[in-house]
């Protein structure tokens, strides 16, 4: 029996579960309201330095995940990349995630893992026995100097909030490392496309049974027609945010191009309050293997979102959760509605998770259409 299926979001998570109901014989249009496919991973050549941007912020694949691996090299060639972040703070240059080498050089020391370690804990403030906010976890882990310098300043831009006002759960394990190891992610796959995220989306949307339609906005009058609905879109905007507002923090980007290598490196953080963004990331270095004269650069900040922006980060905080359950409870009586992706489900999702779970849907949903049962709002809960 051939299914005819509306997906609402031309990025990872309609691109892979399109694809797989594609592959199983079904019909499958996207509706996608910008006027390109790859969501936010959406990558594109820069005109003026033929440089590759990550166009909604700098993304770089990690897992441990075999299939999800396997899965995204059987579309597109991935090169190795390992993530290195430096930091801007107190007037001088550190590398991130914290590690031995931060820490020799933040207090002029030659320590060694063990010796460093029982330093850090002399640093900790022990007083604090149960840390109820991030501010007191951090100076539990790792005491007020590496907090101040390395914490407080970034956490205030990113999150416009002080870290007394943030739950301790963001900060969940010692954010230190006692060797030099400066690779930001432990998993076991790193990579980068060799030709950008949308080239790859591209490809998995390459089938004859897929129809995208660019600048075509859905709203949830559009479902006729229809057998099921995939809906990659804000989960509050398909009830016409009727109960009020999920809160986002958008992101803005100030782009500068120069010539040659403006800052040596993809990412530079800036710790300090008093500079504005919280960091400077340059494309070029996202894709090493290629050359180009040029630069281009992003200044990125910070701030809550409005009705008409980006959303980028789910805030999460106890009014956004309460709000959520809400929204949750709609989409449960709303039928042949499937929730998905990190608007729909209103998470953080990175893209291996994304795909991951994108994957799990479509299988569920063949399991669904053999068995004649009715698939769920969520495969996963976004509670
Ligand atoms: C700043 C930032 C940096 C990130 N960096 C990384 C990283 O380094 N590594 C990593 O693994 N992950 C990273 N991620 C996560 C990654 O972006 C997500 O995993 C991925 O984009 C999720 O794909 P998605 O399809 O669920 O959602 P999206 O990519 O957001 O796609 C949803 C699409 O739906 C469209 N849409 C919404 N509403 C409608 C509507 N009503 N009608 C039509 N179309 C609609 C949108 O235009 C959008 O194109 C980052 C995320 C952000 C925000």
Known sequence: MTTNFLLVGAGLSSAVIGRHLAEAGHKVTIFEGRDHIGGNCHTERDAETGVMVHIYGPHIFHTDDEEVWNYVNSFETFLPYKNRVKTTSQGAVYSLPINLHTINQFYGKTMRPDEARAFIEQQADTSIENPQTFEEQALRFVGPDLYEAFFKGYTMKQ????????????LKRLPVRFNYDDNYFFHKFQGMPENGYTAMIEKILDHTNI????????????????DHVFYSGPLDGYFGYKLGRLGYRTLDFEKFTDTGDYQGTAVMNYGDVDVPFTRI????????????EGTVCYREFSREAQPEDTPYYPIRMMDEKTLLADYVRLANETPNVTFVGRLGTYRYLD????????LDTARQFSDCLTNGAAMPAFVKSPL
Request: aromatic fraction near 10%.
């Open 211 to 226: 129809e995208v339609r660019l600048s075509t906005m859905f709203d949830s009058a559009t479902t006729e027609g229809y």
């Open 281 to 292: 990331t340059e494309h070029k270095h996202f894709s090493p293997w290629e050359e180009h």
């Open 351 to 358: 893209m291996d998770v994304t795909i991951r779970e994108a």
């Open 159 to 170: 999150w416009g909030c002080h870290p007394s006002e943030l739950p301790a759960s963001i």
